[in-house]
C-alpha cells in the first residue's frame, strides 16, 4: 500500500460539473502539494498547503490534518482541466522536504 | 524566461552508455531535485540537494550520480544505462525544503 493514496485513478465528467479528487496520507507531513500534469507532459504545483483551506480561480484545496486528508475541487470544469492531479506529502521530521507521491488521478472533462 | 530548464528533452540512447541531463534554474532557490516518473506516471524522488549539500538519496543505484556545480544547476550523470532507466526525470527547485517546488519540462530517456 502507498503511503499516498488517490482516489479515483480515473475521472470523466461533462464540462461544468463538480469534481472532488482525494488523497490519503499515512506519513507524517510538513506540507501536502497537488500538482498537475498535462499531457504534454509538464508539472505544474498548483497548491502547497499544511493547514486549512485554499482557493486559486476554479480551483479549491482542503487539508484536514487530523484525518490525514486532503481533496482538491474543481469548479465549474472545463475541457482544459483535464490533465492528472497528483497530490505529494512533503514529509516532516528528519527527512522532510522528501515528496512522497500518490499515482495521479487522470481527469477528463468532455464538452 | 524559462524557470527550472532541462536539457535534453528527449534522449535515446543504447545500452551501455553514459549520459547526462542538465538543469538550471534561474529563481535563486536553495534545493534542487531529481525526480523519476516511470512507465506508469509513478514520481519518485531520486535526489535533493540544498547549498549544493546532498540531502535525499533514495535508494538510487550508485550508477546515478547527480553533481551541483553551484545552487543554480544539479545535473545528472547515468553511467552503464540499462533498458530500466527508461523513464521522463524532471528536475525542480524549491527555496527550501518545505515550500512550493517549480519543476522543469522532463527529459524523457529512452535506453535502446
Known amino acids: 500500500k502507498n503511503e499516498v493514496e488517490q482516489s479515483p485513478q480515473n475521472l470523466t465528467a461533462q464540462e461544468g460539473e463538480f469534481i472532488t479528487i482525494n488523497c490519503s496520507y499515512s506519513v507524517g507531513i510538513s506540507a501536502l502539494h497537488w500538482l498537475q500534469q498535462h499531457p504534454g507532459g509538464g508539472i505544474v504545483s498548483l497548491f502547497m498547503l499544511s493547514s486549512g483551506k485554499k482557493k486559486h480561480g476554479r480551483l479549491i484545496a482542503t487539508i484536514n490534518i487530523q484525518e490525514k486528508h486532503s481533496s482538491l475541487h474543481i469548479t465549474a470544469s472545463h475541457p482544459r482541466d483535464s490533465a492528472v492531479y497528483i497530490c505529494?506529502?512533503?514529509?516532516?521530521?528528519?527527512?522532510?522536504?522528501?515528496?512522497?507521491f500518490g499515482q495521479g488521478t487522470i481527469l477528463t472533462v468532455h464538452p | 524566461d524559462t524557470a527550472v530548464s532541462q536539457t535534453p528533452k528527449y534522449l535515446v540512447t543504447q545500452m551501455g552508455n553514459d549520459k547526462s541531463i542538465k538543469c538550471e534554474q534561474n529563481l535563486g532557490h536553495d534545493t534542487m531535485y531529481w525526480y523519476k516518473q516511470d512507465s506508469k506516471k509513478f514520481l519518485k524522488i531520486m535526489f535533493s540537494?540544498?547549498?549544493?549539500?546532498?540531502?535525499i538519496n533514495e535508494t538510487v543505484p550508485n550508477r546515478f550520480s547527480p553533481k551541483s556545480p553551484d545552487k543554480a544547476h544539479l545535473n545528472l550523470h547515468i553511467n552503464s544505462l540499462e533498458l530500466g532507466d527508461s523513464a521522463v526525470y524532471f528536475c525542480?527547485?524549491?527555496?527550501?525544503?518545505?515550500?512550493?517546488?517549480?519543476f522543469g519540462q522532463g527529459t524523457r530517456l529512452t535506453v535502446v
Open positions: 540537494y540544498n547549498n549544493k549539500e546532498l540531502i
Open positions: 525542480a527547485s524549491s527555496r527550501d525544503r518545505v515550500t512550493e517546488a517549480f
Open positions: 505529494a506529502a512533503n514529509a516532516g521530521g528528519t527527512s522532510y522536504g522528501k515528496l512522497t
